[in-house]
């Protein structure tokens, strides 16, 4: 049942955001469900998507303010100790 609700948030988010996000925001948004439930262990960081995305620190940085603010992503920490996870209700 637990990995169902999941799938069920998935699908949710990703169809609430379809046609917001570009391909890099999608492609890192994949990579964190393909995790689970979860996600990443310790939350994702920003060198995570500059690695996922293959893309700069700048442009990273701008992608991930802006799945916050779309609000698929929560932040937590700052400077060097910010990570993201998806912000989905427990399931």
């Excluded at 570009?22 to 994949?30: E, F, G, S, Y």
Aim: proline share 2%.
């Amino acid at each position: 049942m637990h990995l169902l609700l999941f799938i069920i948030e998935k699908s949710k988010m990703m169809h609430s955001l379809s046609g917001k996000m570009n391909p890099r925001q999608i492609k890192v948004l994949l990579r964190i469900f393909e995790e689970g439930p979860t996600g990443f262990k310790g939350g994702l960081s920003a060198e995570n998507y500059i690695k996922i995305a293959k893309t700069t620190r700048a442009t990273a940085t701008r992608d991930l303010i802006d799945l916050v603010e779309l609000g698929a992503l929560k932040k937590t920490g700052s400077l060097r100790h910010t990570r993201y996870y998806l912000n989905i209700r427990d399931c």
